[in-house]
C-alpha cells in the first residue's frame, strides 16, 4: 500500500505538471482538444491524490508499523475514531492532508465549470494546477508519508524494519474536537484558493471584474465558514483541553489562522462595493491575493516552526521552500497587476463620509490594521532579528491593546452600516434610524453595569452589543411588518419570508449576530478570576459562590491511557451542587507523556472551570487551579449562529411573484394570459 | 475634494492612535530571546530585560525547595543557574535531560529567576514539529501561562 500511495503521488504530480504546461499551451493555442486534456489531467490529479490519501489511511487502519509516519502516531490501542485524525498528526500527513481537501475544491471547480466560463477556466485550470504541483512537490520529494523504517545491514544494504507497536498519537491530540478542528481550518486555508485563482485568472484573462466577484462569492463563503468554524473549534479545544483558562493566548499558530480570516471577511464586505457601485477593484483584487498568500504563510508557519510557538520547539528544513513558494506568488501576482491595472479602473467615486460606501472602507481599513498588527506582532522576533540582531518577542498586552479598539470599532460598524444609506445619508434618517438602537445599548450596558461587570471595555462592549443587537432586530422587524400587511402571515413567518427573499443580506445580519453574541462573550474575559491551592482530602477552597472540596481521587484505566481522577465537590452558595472530574491522562505508547482533562461547569452566566494542574513538589499533594470565566459560553453560542447565517447566505434567494391584477373569477390561463400578467421580480438590496 | 480630506483625516486618526496603542504594547510586554553564551555576555540596562532562554536540564541538577525549584541550564558548553518561582507545578516533562524553555529576568545572585517553565522530553523518535494548534504534534506542557 506504501508503493501504491507514493507512486500515486508521484503520478499526481506529472497530470499537475501537465496541467500546468499544457494549460498554458491550451490559453496560447486556444485549441480545444488540449483544453479538454488539460481539464482532464486537473481531475486525475485530484483523484490520485484522493488515492494517495486512502493508502496512507488504510496503513494507519492495517497497524502497519513498518510506516515510520504510522509508528509515529499511532499505535495498536488508538481508537479507529483517533487512526482517522492521526493522518494529520504530524509534518507529512497534513501536509498530504493539504492537498487532499485542496483537490476536493478543484475537483468540484472543475466539474462545476466544466462546460461553462469557457474563456477564464483555463487560466483557472493553471493556477490550480501551480498551487497543486507546489503541495505535490513536498508530498512527493521534501516529506513524504510512505516512508518505511529500515536498517542499514553490515553489508550497507536497506533491510525492511517492522516495529511491534507505535509510539502513539500524542495525547494532546486525543480529543473529540482534534478530530474535526483541523479538516475545518485546512478547509479554509484551502477554500481560499479558489477565490485566488478566479481573481489572478480573471486578470491574467481581463475577465469582466463582476463576473468573477459573482463566481466566487460562495466559494468563498464556504471557505470563509470553515475558516470561522477551526479558529472558533481551536479556541474551544484549547480552552477545554490546554487547561490554562483561556480560549485564546495570542499564540503564532492561532494568529496564523487569524490573519486570512481577516482579510478575508474585509473582501467579503470590501466585494459589495465592487457590485454595487464600481469600486475597490484593484483593492479586492489584492485582498484576495493577500487572502491566499495569508494562507500560505499560515501553514508555513505552523509547518515550520520559525517563530517558535509557546509549544514548538522544532525547526525543519520545509521554511524555506515555502518561502520559496510565496515569492513566487507575489512575483506573478504583481506582474499580472502591473500589466493588466488598467482594466481596474473604479466606476465612482466616494461621496460622502456618512455613507454606506464609507462604513465599508473603515471597516476594511480596520480589518487590514488588525491584520497589519497580528502579522508584525506574529513575525516581530523573526524581522526584530534581521534588523537588530536581537530576537524580541511581544505578548498577549501587544495584541490586546491594539485589537480590543479594533474589534469595537468594528462591532460598532456592524450596526452603523445597515442604517446608512448609499451615496449620502440624511441627518432626518439618521435620527430616525438611530434612535432606538442607542436606547437598547443604554439599557445593556446599565444592566451589565448592574450585574457587576464594571470596566471600560467591557461595558463599551455590551453598550454595543445591544445596540447592534437592535439594529439588526430593526432590520428583520420592519421587512418582516411590510410582507405581514402585504401577505397577511404573522410577523414570524414573514420574518422567514424575507430572509429567504434575501438569502445574502439577512445572512450576513445572522452572522453579524452570533459576532454580537461571541463579543458579548469576549466582555466577559475581564472579569475571570482564579484560585489555586494544593490540597489534601477534604480540603476546600472558594471561588466566587462556589466551594470547592476535595472529596477523594481514584485512577480510572482506559485501553489506550490510564487517568488519575479527582473527585471535587461543588457548593453553590453553600448548597450542595455537583461533583466535578478533573483528570490527569497518562498515555501509552511514549514515555512520560500526559495530558489534562478540564471539568468544565458551563452556565450561561459563567464557566466554573477545575483543572487537576499536578503534584505539589514538596508534599505530593494535588494541586488543583480553578477558574471563573464569565459568559464564556456565548463565544460558543455565537460560532453557531455565524455558521447558521453562513448556511443562509449560501442558499439561493426565492423568487417572488407578484400577482398584480385579480380577476373575480380566474379566467382560463391559456385562453387570456394578458389578463393575469404574472410579475417576477427579485426584492433585493444588499 | 472635502470628503477626501475628511477621509484623510480619519484614517490618520485612527491609524495614529493604532500606531500608539501598538507601541505601548511593545514596551509592556518585549521579551528578549538569548542564548545562554549571549546571556552571559550582555551588559548594563540589557540585562535587566525580560528574556527567554531554552537549553537542557543537566543531569541530577533539579533542586526542590519550599517555593522554589532550582536547577542549570546548559546550552552548547554553556551553564545558568536558574530559580524557578511561581505558584503553578512544573509540567511532568520537566526532568533530567528534557529541553526546557524558561522565561523571566535575571536575579541577583547570579542565578536566572524564571516565572514560567515549559519542557518537552527528550524523545528517542523524532517528533513532528506542532501540527496545527500550539501543542499539537509535540509532547510539550506549559507551566503555566
Known amino acids: 500500500m506504501d508503493v501504491f500511495g507514493s507512486f500515486a503521488l508521484l503520478l499526481a504530480f506529472v497530470c499537475a505538471v501537465y496541467a500546468l504546461v499544457g494549460g498554458i499551451a491550451a490559453i496560447l493555442t486556444r485549441h480545444p482538444l488540449l483544453i479538454k486534456s488539460t481539464r482532464q489531467a486537473g481531475m486525475a490529479t485530484c483523484i490520485l491524490i484522493f488515492l494517495a490519501t486512502f493508502s496512507l489511511e488504510y496503513l494507519f487502519f492495517s497497524d502497519n508499523f513498518a510506516s515510520a509516519y504510522v509508528v509515529s502516531h499511532s499505535n495498536r490501542d488508538l481508537s479507529t475514531f483517533y487512526k482517522v485524525a492521526a493522518l494529520w498528526s504530524g509534518q507529512e500527513g497534513s501536509l498530504l492532508f493539504w492537498s487532499f481537501l485542496l483537490s476536493i475544491y478543484v475537483l468540484s471547480v472543475l466539474v462545476v465549470y466544466r462546460n461553462k466560463n469557457g474563456e477564464l477556466m483555463p487560466y483557472v485550470g493553471v493556477v490550480l494546477a501551480g498551487v497543486q504541483i507546489f503541495f505535490l512537490a513536498l508530498n512527493n520529494f521534501v516529506a513524504s508519508p510512505f516512508k518505511m523504517l529500515g536498517n542499514v545491514s553490515a553489508s550497507g544494504a536497506v533491510e525492511p524494519f517492522v516495529r511491534m507497536d507505535g509510539n502513539g498519537l500524542n495525547p494532546l491530540l486525543q480529543y473529540p474536537e482534534m478530530v474535526i478542528h483541523p479538516p475545518n481550518l485546512y478547509s479554509g486555508y484551502t477554500g481560499f484558493t479558489i477565490p485566488f485563482a478566479f481573481a489572478l485568472a480573471a486578470l491574467l484573462a481581463r475577465y469582466p471584474g463582476e463576473k468573477w466577484i459573482h463566481l466566487t462569492r460562495k466559494w468563498t463563503m464556504i471557505a470563509w465558514c470553515f475558516q470561522s468554524c477551526g479558529i472558533l473549534l481551536g479556541a474551544h479545544w484549547a480552552y477545554a483541553v490546554l487547561g490554562w483558562g483561556g480560549y485564546w493566548g495570542w499564540d503564532p499558530v492561532e494568529n496564523a489562522s487569524l490573519l486570512p480570516w481577516l482579510t478575508g471577511t474585509a473582501f467579503l464586505h470590501s466585494v459589495m462595493m465592487q457590485e454595487k457601485r464600481g469600486m475597490m477593484k484593484v483593492w479586492n483584487v489584492w485582498l484576495v491575493f493577500t487572502t491566499f498568500l495569508l494562507c500560505i504563510l499560515g501553514t508555513f508557519l505552523t509547518r515550520s516552526g520559525i517563530v517558535s510557538s509557546v509549544h514548538a520547539f522544532a525547526q525543519s528544513s520545509i521554511g524555506s521552500w515555502f518561502v520559496g513558494f510565496l515569492c513566487l506568488i507575489m512575483v506573478v501576482c504583481l506582474t499580472a497587476y502591473i500589466k493588466n491595472r488598467d482594466y481596474l479602473k473604479s466606476e465612482n467615486r466616494l461621496d460622502s463620509v456618512v455613507s454606506r460606501e464609507s462604513s465599508f472602507l473603515f471597516n476594511n481599513l480596520l480589518f487590514l490594521v488588525a491584520c497589519i498588527a497580528v502579522l508584525s506582532g506574529t513575525l516581530f522576533p523573526v524581522f526584530s532579528e534581521w534588523f537588530t540582531g536581537n530576537r524580541i518577542s511581544v505578548g498577549p498586552p501587544f495584541f490586546n491593546k491594539i485589537m480590543i479598539p479594533i474589534g469595537l470599532a468594528l462591532l460598532f460598524l456592524t450596526g452603523v452600516g445597515p442604517l446608512l444609506a448609499w451615496g449620502r445619508t440624511s441627518k432626518e434618517s439618521m435620527k430616525r434610524n438611530f434612535g432606538w438602537p442607542l436606547l437598547a445599548g443604554i439599557v445593556a450596558a446599565v444592566v451589565s453595569f448592574a450585574v457587576g461587570y464594571r470596566n471600560v471595555f467591557s461595558t463599551l462592549c455590551l453598550f454595543l452589543c445591544g445596540f447592534v443587537g437592535w439594529t439588526i432586530f430593526l432590520e428583520f422587524y420592519r421587512g418582516a411588518r411590510v410582507i405581514a400587511a402585504r401577505s397577511g402571515m404573522n410577523l414570524l413567518f414573514s420574518a422567514q419570508e424575507l430572509a429567504m427573499r434575501n438569502t445574502r443580506r439577512y445572512g450576513g445580519y445572522v452572522v453579524h449576530f452570533g459576532m454580537v453574541l461571541i463579543f458579548i462573550g469576549l466582555a466577559g474575559a475581564a472579569f475571570n478570576i482564579d484560585v489555586q491551592k494544593t490540597m489534601n482530602f477534604g480540603d476546600s477552597m472558594k471561588l466566587g459562590p462556589y466551594t470547592l472540596i476535595l472529596q477523594s481521587a481514584d485512577t480510572k484505566a482506559d485501553k489506550n491511557y490510564t487517568a488519575q481522577r479527582m473527585i471535587v465537590e461543588v457548593l453553590k452558595d453553600n448548597q450542595q451542587s455537583m461533583l466535578l472530574y478533573p483528570e490527569k491522562r497518562l498515555f501509552q505508547g511514549r514515555d512520560q507523556s500526559s495530558g489534562t482533562m478540564v471539568a468544565i461547569y458551563s452556565t450561561l452566566r459563567e464557566d466554573l472551570y477545575v483543572v487537576f494542574a499536578g503534584q505539589d513538589q514538596d508534599t505530593n499533594l494535588p494541586v488543583v487551579h480553578a477558574f471563573l470565566n464569565p459568559l464564556v459560553k456565548w463565544i460558543w453560542f455565537g460560532g453557531v449562529w455565524v455558521v447558521l447565517g453562513t448556511l443562509l447566505a449560501l442558499v439561493p434567494s426565492r423568487k417572488v411573484s407578484l400577482v398584480l391584477a385579480h380577476s373575480t373569477e380566474p379566467a382560463p390561463a391559456t385562453v387570456v394570459p394578458a389578463l393575469n400578467p404574472t410579475v417576477t421580480l427579485q426584492e433585493g438590496h444588499d | ?145
Open chain 2, 1 to 145: 475634494m472635502q470628503s477626501r480630506a475628511k477621509f484623510a483625516v480619519g484614517i490618520t486618526v485612527i491609524v495614529v492612535c493604532l500606531s500608539f496603542l501598538a507601541w505601548l504594547g511593545y514596551s509592556d510586554s518585549k521579551t528578549y530571546y538569548h542564548t545562554i553564551a549571549e546571556y552571559q555576555s550582555l551588559q548594563g540596562s540589557a540585562r535587566s530585560h525580560r528574556m527567554r532562554l531554552a537549553g537542557t536540564v543537566a543531569s541530577g541538577s533539579i533542586r526542590h525547595s519550599p517555593g522554589r525549584v532550582d536547577f542549570v541550564l546548559e546550552e552548547q558548553g554553556k551553564t545558568l543557574p536558574i530559580s524557578y518561582i511561581g505558584s503553578d507545578p512544573l509540567p511532568d516533562t520537566f526532568v533530567d535531560k528534557s529541553q526546557a524553555l524558561v522565561e523571566g529576568r535575571p536575579g541577583t545572585d547570579g542565578r536566572f529567576v524564571a516565572e514560567h517553565v515549559q519542557a518537552k522530553c527528550a524523545s528517542k523518535y523524532e517528533t513532528a514539529p506542532g501540527s496545527d494548534k500550539p501543542a499539537a504534534g509535540s509532547p510539550t506542557q506549559q507551566s503555566s501561562m
